[in-house]
């Protein structure tokens, strides 16, 4: 196993505990000696990972983690850049920015032959035409989704026609020339999309939805299955 392989692991180990571990736990685990295992936390920290603790306490893996300089194939770099090109190129500002800087997060820490492969990537997305401008942030809607939030919406449809709901949020869907908000509407009783750009107002509420948004998105997924297969309409 390479040293790049062996830490790559430590970090997947470290992962699975979510409690201060040991380091002869770790070290058994990795199948290393113990002065190994302290000098590959101490490789990771330097590298930016946050690992908590020391030896003879225990250590902990926090969140929020640099990446090490850990091997991706050519194929893996290419499916990162263009998903953050096209992330760049069809989502909102917040969402452009993000992409961008995560790209750049993970150049800074590949190697040099690695950082070449991203850099002169040959495959590009095409401009798109522009999508509607929304009046809403979009990153609200995405906190509402996040905080399993009810939103309360002031929508206008394809006639111009206003309404007021409160609904569930639980996804944003990317199209070539619209964003969809899908949700539960409990004025309609049932699951509904939204195009972003037809909502008028928006305010994340205080109370959260009486569900959890995974378990919403299964009943949603069920629901759409059934009525593609002509089970339910």
Same mark, same amino acid.
């Given at each position: 196993?390479?040293?790049?392989?062996?830490?790559?692991?430590?970090?997947?180990?470290?992962? *699975?505990?979510?409690?201060?571990?040991?380091?002869?736990? @770790?070290? &058994?685990?990795?199948?290393?000696?113990?002065?190994?295992?302290?000098?590959? +936390?101490?490789?990771?920290?330097?590298?930016?990972?946050? +690992?908590?603790?020391?030896?003879?306490? $225990?250590?902990?893996? /926090?969140? $929020?983690?640099? @990446?090490?300089?850990?091997?991706?194939?050519?194929?893996?770099?290419?499916?990162?850049?263009?998903?953050?090109?096209?992330?760049?190129?069809?989502?909102?500002? *917040?969402?452009?920015?993000?992409?961008?800087?995560?790209?750049?997060? +993970?150049?800074?820490? #590949?190697?040099?032959?690695? *950082?070449?492969?991203?850099?002169?990537?040959? #495959?590009?997305?095409?401009? $798109? &035409?522009?999508?509607?401008?929304?009046?809403?942030?979009?990153? @609200?809607?995405? /906190?509402?989704?996040?905080?399993?939030?009810? #939103? /309360?919406?002031?929508?206008?449809?394809?006639?111009?026609?206003?309404? &007021?709901?409160?609904?569930?949020?639980?996804? #944003?869907?990317?199209?070539?020339?619209?964003?969809? @908000?899908?949700?539960?509407?409990?004025?309609?009783?049932?699951?509904?999309?939204?195009?972003?750009?037809? +909502?008028?107002?928006?305010?994340?509420?205080?109370?959260?939805?009486?569900?959890?948004?995974?378990?919403?998105?299964?009943?949603?997924?069920?629901?759409?299955?059934?009525?593609?297969? $002509?089970?339910?309409?």
């Amino acid at each position: 196993m390479s040293r790049s392989e062996r830490l790559l692991d430590l970090l997947n180990v470290l992962r *699975r505990h979510r409690r201060p571990v040991s380091g002869q736990v @770790l070290a &058994e685990e990795m199948g290393v000696s113990l002065r190994t295992l302290y000098r590959d +936390i101490a490789s990771l920290q330097a590298q930016g990972a946050t +690992i908590e603790g020391e030896a003879g306490v $225990g250590y902990v893996l /926090k969140p $929020g983690f640099m @990446l090490p300089p850990l091997m991706f194939t050519p194929e893996e770099i290419e499916a990162l850049v263009l998903g953050s090109r096209w992330v760049a190129d069809r989502a909102d500002p *917040r969402m452009r920015d993000a992409a961008l800087a995560a790209l750049g997060r +993970i150049s800074a820490v #590949l190697p040099p032959d690695l *950082r070449d492969e991203m850099d002169t990537s040959a #495959l590009l997305v095409v401009p $798109g &035409e522009p999508f509607p401008a929304d009046r809403v942030d979009p990153a @609200l809607l995405r /906190k509402a989704i996040r905080t399993e939030r009810r #939103l /309360k919406l002031c929508y206008r449809d394809e006639a111009g026609s206003a309404s &007021e709901r409160v609904v569930w949020p639980f996804a #944003l869907a990317f199209f070539d020339r619209v964003r969809l @908000l899908m949700a539960w509407c409990e004025l309609r009783g049932d699951f509904r999309s939204f195009r972003t750009d037809r +909502i008028v107002e928006a305010e994340v509420m205080e109370a959260r939805y009486p569900t959890r948004r995974q378990a919403l998105m299964k009943t949603w997924r069920e629901a759409h299955e059934r009525s593609r297969s $002509g089970d339910g309409c």
